[in-house]
């Protein structure tokens, strides 16, 4: 693990207190997988900051067990030597290839989780954690997702490829000797088509997970008296409230509601330290 700043972790337990410390300084806790800190690493770009915020709001709210929150940010990689690679006209954000640096990131040890910052989670990560299955190098949701849509989010171009989506949420196993190619200069040199449709595994490498933690507005539906079929996490793929053009979208009124939350958990947080709590 190098000694980026994007090594810095926003770890919280289920009391809802966080702190920040290097991911070098966690020590590993004995026990299953479900006892020790669960990573989870979130794409992060500058336009979507709010979204980024309410994402790891969501998840640190509903999880019972331990977790560690890293933002994956562009600028602090390239400054630390760990991404070089000019972005291409196709990159709608700036974890568009970042991504695939998480098993590196996790300094290629246990499980953890890459999801974009456009994801709201509506329920305990623990039940997510409790789906691993070892024999996978990854588990995600395996959409058969064609968008009909030209463009996305505030006018990004939206592109069609096999497997789209599978990767917006990923369970890696971080030490699965698969998972080791990932090195920074794969990730560097790689093309769209190799890292998004995980070229570097054979197809039983992936595991699958229900389409409830990847759900899709606009094209995922859930059926009326059917809790199979509720959502878990929403991916706001297309576009979600913080953008203009999608403030009225499907879930709007959810994604809404946890801002405030999470503006007046901020607030309250500021008004202690105000007063020295």
């Given at each position: 693990?190098?000694?980026?700043?994007?090594?810095?972790?926003?770890?919280?337990?289920?009391?809802?207190?966080?702190?920040?410390?290097?991911?070098?300084?966690?020590?590993?806790t004995s026990g299953t997988l479900a006892l020790k800190?669960?990573?989870?690493?979130?794409?992060?770009?500058?336009?979507?900051?709010?979204?980024?915020?309410?994402?790891?709001?969501?998840?640190?709210?509903?999880?019972?067990?331990?977790?560690?929150?890293?933002?994956?940010?562009?600028?602090?990689?390239?400054?630390?030597?760990?991404?070089?690679?000019?972005?291409?006209?196709?990159?709608?954000?700036?974890?568009?290839?970042?991504?695939?640096?998480?098993?590196?990131?996790?300094?290629?040890?246990?499980?953890?989780?890459?999801?974009?910052?456009?994801?709201?989670?509506?329920?305990?990560?623990?039940?997510?954690?409790?789906?691993?299955?070892?024999?996978?190098?990854?588990?995600?949701?395996?959409?058969?997702?064609?968008?009909?849509?030209?463009?996305?989010?505030?006018?990004?171009?939206?592109?069609?490829?096999p497997r789209k989506n599978w990767s917006s949420m990923?369970?890696?196993?971080?030490?699965?000797?698969?998972?080791?190619?990932?090195?920074?200069?794969?990730?560097?040199?790689?093309?769209?088509?190799?890292?998004?449709?995980?070229?570097?595994?054979?197809?039983?490498?992936?595991?699958?997970?229900?389409?409830?933690?990847?759900?899709?507005?606009?094209?995922?539906?859930?059926?009326?008296?059917?809790?199979?079929?509720?959502?878990?996490?929403?991916?706001?793929?297309?576009?979600?409230?913080?953008?203009?053009?999608?403030?009225?979208?499907?879930?709007?009124?959810?994604?809404?509601?946890?801002?405030?939350?999470?503006?007046?958990?901020?607030?309250?947080?500021?008004?202690?330290?105000?007063?020295?709590?």
């Amino acid at each position: 693990m190098s000694n980026s700043s994007t090594d810095k972790v926003e770890s919280d337990t289920s009391n809802g207190d966080s702190s920040v410390q290097s991911l070098n300084d966690v020590k590993p806790t004995s026990g299953t997988l479900a006892l020790k800190p669960f990573k989870i690493f979130i794409g992060y770009d500058p336009r979507e900051d709010v979204a980024y915020e309410v994402c790891k709001h969501s998840i640190l709210k509903r999880s019972s067990i331990p977790v560690e929150v890293y933002p994956i940010k562009q600028s602090e990689l390239r400054e630390n030597g760990l991404y070089w690679r000019e972005r291409g006209k196709l990159e709608s954000t700036e974890f568009s290839f970042t991504r695939f640096l998480t098993p590196h990131l996790a300094n290629l040890d246990g499980w953890a989780m890459f999801v974009d910052c456009d994801f709201l989670y509506l329920a305990d990560i623990k039940e997510l954690v409790d789906l691993i299955d070892e024999k996978y190098a990854i588990m995600c949701v395996q959409h058969d997702y064609t968008p009909k849509e030209t463009t996305k989010m505030d006018g990004a171009v939206q592109t069609v490829y096999p497997r789209k989506n599978w990767s917006s949420m990923v369970l890696y196993n971080c030490g699965h000797p698969k998972n080791k190619v990932l090195t920074p200069e794969i990730v560097n040199s790689q093309t769209g088509a190799y890292l998004h449709r995980f070229q570097w595994l054979e197809d039983q490498e992936i595991g699958s997970i229900s389409f409830v933690w990847n759900f899709l507005v606009g094209h995922n539906k859930s059926v009326e008296n059917d809790p199979t079929t509720f959502p878990k996490a929403i991916h706001y793929t297309l576009g979600g409230p913080w953008f203009e053009a999608w403030k009225n979208c499907e879930f709007a009124d959810l994604w809404v509601n946890e801002l405030e939350e999470y503006k007046e958990k901020k607030k309250i947080v500021a008004n202690k330290a105000e007063s020295g709590i």
